[in-house]
Nanobody, 119 residues
Framework: QVQLVESGGGLVQAGGSLRLSCAAS????????MGWHRQAPGKQRELVAF???????DYADSVKGRFTISRDNVKKTAHLQMSSLKPEDTATYYC?????????????WGPGTQVTVST
């Protein structure tokens, strides 16, 4: 069984920075695209950043120039460097990855990590 676990969330003042990490574990053959999503209270979950297995990235307009997604295919990790944080970035952040195991290919989510940006 494969799983994703996020870390690095917390409380930060507006204008500050945080680095989120996502670690994949289990019987993994390969990881396809990896992404970070977020969901604020009362709002729909939205895609924040995405990175392909080849390192091509894409970002939501709201975070372009402030957030940077990266991955380490050897360590099976992904990171989201968040800078110039705003109160509207407050949300639970989820890691998502397309994971290939010996018997299946699955769209896997982590449990989430809370990010709170204070004014």
């Amino acid at each position: 069984q494969v799983q994703l676990v996020e870390s690095g969330g917390g409380l930060v003042q507006a204008g500050g920075s945080l680095r989120l990490s996502c670690a994949a574990s289990g019987n993994i053959v390969a990881i396809k695209g990896m992404g970070w999503h977020r969901q604020a209270p009362g709002k729909q979950r939205e895609l924040v950043a995405f990175i392909t297995s080849d390192g091509i990235t894409d970002y939501a307009d709201s975070v372009k120039g402030r957030f940077t997604i990266s991955r380490d295919n050897v360590k099976k990790t992904a990171h989201l460097q968040m800078s110039s944080l705003k109160p509207e970035d407050t949300a639970t952040y989820y890691c998502r990855a397309g994971i290939i195991s010996p018997t299946t290919s699955s769209d896997t989510w982590g449990p989430g990590t809370q990010v709170t940006v204070s004014t």
